[in-house]
């Protein structure tokens, strides 16, 4: 039996260990193609990671319904909803990942959206603004939510601005332009209307579809960040 050189056996073990690497890859690559190819809107994992950068960068894979939401909410966000403060640069916010943390409030419950904090804790403050073009659906006071707007896009995509101070001059029924002023950010919420002072200032988003019928939440986290760069300036003080 002729002896295999230590440098051919080498070789021969490298060779397999790359392709042992390679097969696991596509084998792996393949299953999350599948699984994605199935997923829904429904879906938790779509909804946690909705609007990051690798599902952006790897949309094609997304199944229909989930493509095309994400591509409407990239065809309407066009401003981040805090502008910056020409006067005052110290006026800044702050907003981390939250998706479905828990919320204690009538019950526990996970936590819908992005809350976008003050740094200057301060009601009346700083200027809200509809990061969308879309027509104003809802307008008034939630138990929860305190003074909210709530803005359906063409698409039907829902964006959700709560715990307001105040509105601009908006009503119901009216459209609204993308980076129009919709209020000022508040701490409203949490008790009956006018309640205020349960927590600290700050503004609320959600986005929310309603395609399937039923109400789904995507987490607004990554859309903030992707507009992050995209700020107006407004004088205010």
Not at 29 to 38: E, I, L, P, S
Request: glycine share 10%.
């Amino acid at each position: 039996m002729k002896r295999i050189r230590p440098g051919r056996l080498l070789l021969l073990l490298l060779l397999t260990a790359l392709f042992t690497v390679l097969l696991t890859g596509h084998i792996y690559d393949r299953a999350v193609r599948n699984r994605m190819k199935k997923e829904t809107i429904a879906d938790l994992t779509y909804r946690t990671e909705f609007y990051s950068d690798s599902m952006r960068e790897e949309k094609e894979k997304l199944s229909k319904g989930c493509r095309e939401l994400l591509e409407n909410v990239e065809n309407e966000v066009s401003y981040f909803p805090i502008p910056e403060s020409t006067v005052d640069k110290s006026l800044t916010v702050s907003f981390v990942d939250s998706w479905m943390a828990e919320r204690k409030y009538n019950g526990t419950s996970g936590h819908e959206g992005t809350d976008i904090m003050a740094g200057e804790n301060e009601r009346g403050l700083y200027p809200v603004l509809s990061m969308t073009d879309g027509t104003i659906t809802n307008l008034g006071w939630l138990e929860k939510g305190g003074y909210r707007v709530g803005i359906t896009s063409d698409s039907g995509t829902y964006y959700y601005y709560a715990h307001l101070d105040s509105y601009g001059n908006i009503h119901k029924g009216d459209k609204v332009k993308a980076g129009q002023f919709i209020g000022y950010m508040g701490d409203s919420g949490y008790g009956e209307e006018g309640t205020t002072g349960q927590f600290d200032v700050h503004l609320h988003l959600g986005i929310y579809s309603y395609k399937t019928g039923e109400e789904i939440s995507v987490n607004p986290y990554y859309v903030l960040l992707s507009l992050e760069n995209k700020k107006l300036k407004y004088s205010y003080s």
